[in-house]
C-alpha cells in the first residue's frame, strides 16, 4: 500500500531543484564564507548571489535579507528585537510566535490578543497608544486563511511595528515585502520544497535588531554564525521553481482541495472550518475538516495506518496531537473542535490521488463511526 503524504504544511519533499543546486554548491563552494581565501571567497559569491535572489523574487533588498535556521529563529528575533513596548497580536499566531510572546507577558509586556471571525481571519482592532508592535501572519497556517496584513499595515501609526509569519505564504502565492509594508517578514525553506534548517527574515532598512546570539560578526552581527551557502542555495532554488510555476499549481491546487471536499462531504456530516470553497481568501493548499463522532487523535492514527498522513494541528505544538488554538479562537464547539484534521496538499498530486485519499478516509470515518454509534 502507497503512502498518501497530506501533510505539506508541515513539510515538504525537497525538490529536485534544490538538491542539485546544493551538491553543485557544496562541491564547487564548501569553504567558510567569512574565509579571506579563494575557496572562502567562492562560498561568500555563493551566498551573496542566493541573498540578491531570494531579494528580488521577494520585494526586498539584499541588505534586508538575513538567513536563519528557519522560522522559529526568525520569529523569535523579529518578536524580541521588535517588542519594545505593548504588543497586539492575532490569537492565531504560530507556536513560534505565540511562545515568545508569552515569554514577554511573564516579564510584564502587555499583549493584546486580537480575535478572529468563524471564518478565521482577523479583523483591524483600536490599537493601545503604547502599542510598538502587531504581529499578525499572512496565511494561517491551519486553514490557509489569508489574513488583511496589508489593510492592517497601512493603518498602524508611524512607530508601530509590524511583524508577519509569512511562512505559510512564501511559496505558494505572490508575496512582496516592500508592498505588504511590513516592518519584519519570515519565511523558511522546507514549507516549499526547500531543505530543513534555512530560513530567512526580512527586515525594513532602518530597523534594529537585537540578536539572540553572540560570537561573530556574520550577516552585520544580526545572526553570528557560519552561514551555510549550500542550505541557501537549495532554499533559492526552491523559491525559484515554486514562483514560475505558481500560477499553474495554484489552480491545480484549487481543483484538488475543491475534488477532497466533494468527496468527503459525501460520507456525511463533515463540517468545512475556514474559509468556504471558492473563496479568495484562502489558499488552497490547506483544508481543515471536522468529523463529528470522531477523535480526532484516534482518527489520526487510523489514518495512519491506512497509509495517510495528516495532523490535527501545527507540527510545532507543544503535543501535536492537541486541538489546534486556531480553531479555537475560531469559536468551534468542543465537537467539531475535537474532531477536526488538517490535510495539506501538494501540486505534485493528481486527481487520482486525491480519489484514493477521500476512498481511505471514508472508510476510516465509517469505521470509527460504527464504532461509537450506540
Same mark, same amino acid.
Given at each position: ?5 497530506? +501533510? *505539506? ?17 557544496? /562541491? ?7 574565509? /579571506? *581565501?579563494?575557496?572562502? =571567497?567562492?562560498?561568500? %559569491? ?6 540578491? =535572489?531570494?531579494?528580488?523574487? @521577494? ?11 528557519? /522560522?522559529?529563529?526568525? !520569529? ?18 504560530? &507556536? ?20 478572529? !471571525? ?14 510598538? @508592535? ?5 496565511? !494561517? ?14 493603518? @498602524?501609526?508611524?512607530?508601530?511595528? $509590524? *511583524?508577519? +509569519? ?5 511559496? #505558494?502565492?505572490?508575496?512582496?515585502? %516592500?508592498? @505588504? ?22 527586515? #525594513? ?16 552581527? #544580526? ?25 499553474? !499549481?495554484?489552480? #491545480? ?6 475534488? $477532497?471536499?466533494? =468527496? ?63 480553531? %479555537?479562537?475560531?469559536?468551534?464547539? +468542543? ?11 501538494? &501540486? ?11 476512498? =481511505? ?14
Amino acid at each position: 500500500m502507497r503512502s498518501i503524504y497530506l +501533510d *505539506h504544511n508541515a513539510t515538504t519533499p525537497l525538490l529536485p531543484e534544490a538538491a542539485d543546486a546544493m551538491r553543485r554548491v557544496e /562541491a564547487e563552494a564548501f569553504g567558510n564564507p567569512a574565509s /579571506a *581565501h579563494h575557496i572562502g =571567497r567562492a562560498a561568500r %559569491r555563493a551566498l551573496e548571489d542566493a541573498r540578491e =535572489r531570494i531579494a528580488a523574487l @521577494l520585494g526586498a533588498d539584499p541588505e534586508e535579507v538575513t538567513f536563519t535556521s528557519g /522560522a522559529t529563529e526568525a !520569529n523569535n528575533l523579529a518578536v524580541f528585537s521588535l517588542a519594545t513596548g505593548r504588543v497586539a497580536a492575532s490569537l492565531i499566531e504560530h &507556536p513560534c510566535v505565540v511562545e515568545p510572546l508569552r515569554q514577554l507577558e511573564a516579564r510584564g509586556v502587555s499583549v493584546d490578543w486580537w480575535p478572529v !471571525n468563524p471564518r478565521g481571519i482577523v479583523a483591524a482592532h483600536p490599537i493601545h497608544p503604547d502599542t510598538k @508592535l502587531v504581529c499578525v501572519m499572512l496565511v !494561517n497556517h491551519e486553514t490557509g486563511a489569508i489574513q488583511p496584513v496589508r489593510e492592517i499595515a497601512a493603518s @498602524l501609526a508611524a512607530g508601530t511595528a $509590524l *511583524h508577519c +509569519d509569512a511562512v505559510q505564504a512564501v511559496g #505558494k502565492i505572490a508575496v512582496n515585502f %516592500r508592498e @505588504l509594508g511590513v516592518t519584519t517578514l519570515t519565511a523558511s525553506a522546507h514549507k516549499f520544497g526547500g531543505p530543513k534548517g534555512v530560513g530567512v527574515l526580512l527586515t #525594513k532598512r532602518g530597523t534594529k535588531l537585537h540578536p539572540l546570539m553572540f560570537g561573530g560578526h556574520q550577516q552585520q552581527g #544580526k545572526r553570528p554564525g557560519t552561514e551555510s551557502a549550500p542550505l541557501a542555495a537549495g532554499m533559492v532554488a526552491a523559491l525559484e521553481h515554486t514562483t514560475r510555476n505558481m500560477t499553474a !499549481n495554484l489552480a #491545480k491546487l484549487t481543483a484538488l482541495r475543491t475534488q $477532497l471536499w466533494e =468527496r468527503l462531504r459525501e460520507l456525511g456530516p463533515a463540517v468545512l472550518n475556514g474559509p468556504e470553497i471558492g473563496a479568495t481568501d484562502v489558499v488552497p493548499t490547506t483544508l481543515n475538516v471536522s468529523f463529528p463522532g470522531c477523535r480526532a487523535d484516534l482518527l489520526l492514527m487510523a489514518l495512519d495506518l491506512a497509509g495517510v498522513a495528516c495532523s490535527t494541528g501545527s507540527a510545532c505544538s507543544s503535543g501535536s496531537l492537541l486541538p489546534s488554538p486556531a480553531l %479555537r479562537a475560531m469559536g468551534l464547539s +468542543d465537537e467539531l473542535l475535537h474532531s477536526a484534521l488538517r490535510f495539506s496538499l501538494s &501540486p505534485r498530486f493528481e486527481l487520482e490521488d486525491i480519489d484514493e485519499a477521500a476512498s =481511505r478516509i471514508g472508510s476510516v470515518v465509517r469505521s470509527m463511526w460504527k464504532l461509537t454509534t450506540p
